[in-house]
Structures are given as C-alpha cells and as structure tokens.
C-alpha cells in the first residue's frame, strides 16, 4: 500500500517562502499525475497544484504566480515552492494523486503551513 509523507511546514510570515516536500513508499510519481492539496480549518480541502507524467503544471487561481509544483530529478519526490505566501495559505498541506484521473491513495499526515505575522 502506498504510504505518502509530507514535509516542510512551518511558520512563516507574509511574503515568506517554504517548500514542501513529498515522499512516497511506492514508484508512483513516474506512473500518477500528482498533486498538492490543502485544508484550512473549517474548509474543504482544495487542490491547489498539480503536474502530469509528462511535466505539465496546473494551478490554482489563489495561487497562480506564487506555487511552483514539480518533481525530482529522479522522480522520488514532489516538490511545492510556495513564494510571497499569504495568511490565507495557512492550512494542512497535503499530496496525493490528481484525482481527477480517478485514484486516490490513503492521505498521509499533511505538513501544516502556518502563515502570520
């Protein structure tokens, strides 16, 4: 069973950066379009990033500009750079397969991102 681990949370004040990252138990990120999902408190969660097989990046409009999605060299890991962060980015951050393409893996624990001044 696939295992996914975040990590790279913190507390950062507005305009910070932070980058997450994403680790699997299972050779998933060459075979599954992936994505970053995120759930702030009394909130849906959101998928606010996503990149196919071939490399395309998708984004949400909220942080379109700000969020760069991408994968490792080795495609080992998920990556999300997230620059000129905004107290409305505070939420537990999650990856996971894209689910549009219909697979869901179980969700790992989530990195909180925590944004204030």
């Known amino acids: 069973q696939v295992q996914l681990v975040e990590s790279g949370g913190g507390l950062v004040q507005p305009g910070g950066s932070l980058r997450l990252s994403c680790a699997a138990s299972?050779?998933?990120?060459?075979?599954?379009?992936m994505g970053w999902y995120r759930q702030a408190p009394g909130k849906q969660r959101e998928l606010v990033a996503t990149?196919?097989?071939?490399?395309?990046?998708n984004y949400a409009d909220s942080v379109k500009g700000r969020f760069t999605i991408s994968r490792g060299n080795a495609k080992t890991a998920l990556y999300l750079q997230m620059n000129s962060l905004k107290p409305e980015d505070t939420a537990v951050y999650y990856c996971?397969?894209?689910?549009?393409?219909?697979?869901?893996?179980?969700w790992g624990q989530g990195t909180q991102v925590t944004v204030s001044s």
């Open positions: 990149i196919t097989t071939g490399g395309s990046t």
């Open positions: 996971n397969a894209d689910r549009r393409g219909g697979v869901t893996f179980p």
């Open positions: 299972g050779s998933i990120f060459s075979i599954y379009a």
